[in-house]
Nanobody, 122 residues
Framework: QVQLVESGGGLVQAGGSLRLSCAAS????????MGWYRQAPGKQRELGAV???????NYADSVKGRFTISRDNAKNTVYLQMNSLKPEDTAVYYC????????????????WGQGTQVTVSS
């Protein structure tokens, strides 16, 4: 069993910054890609940013240049530094990871965190 626990959400004014963290725990053998997705009210969940084990990153156009994803492999943790926040960034942010466990070390399954609310006021 693998758990992803997010932290760092909250309320911030436009132009401000927040840093999200997501720690994976459980019977982890290895973690492949980790990422952040977001879902605004009435909209579909969308990719924010993703990072590979080796540190390659990919960003949605809407956050490119403002958000930075990083990870600490030793801590099984992924971060999202969000700068120059806009009201349209308001959403529930979900951590995502592809994890193989000790039981199935050759198969990676997808896991999601419970989500953390980010609200940007204008």
């Amino acid at each position: 069993q693998v758990q992803l626990v997010e932290s760092g959400g909250g309320l911030v004014q436009a132009g401000g910054s927040l840093r999200l963290s997501c720690a994976a725990s459980g019977s982890i053998f290895s973690i492949n890609d980790m990422g952040w997705y977001r879902q605004a009210p009435g909209k579909q969940r969308e990719l924010g940013a993703v990072i590979t084990t080796g540190g390659r990153t990919n960003y949605a156009d809407s956050v490119k240049g403002r958000f930075t994803i990083s990870r600490d492999n030793a801590k099984n943790t992924v971060y999202l530094q969000m700068n120059s926040l806009k009201p349209e960034d308001t959403a529930v942010y979900y951590c995502n990871a592809h994890v193989s466990t000790g039981r199935t070390p050759l198969i990676a399954y997808e896991y999601w965190g419970q989500g953390t609310q980010v609200t940007v006021s204008s």
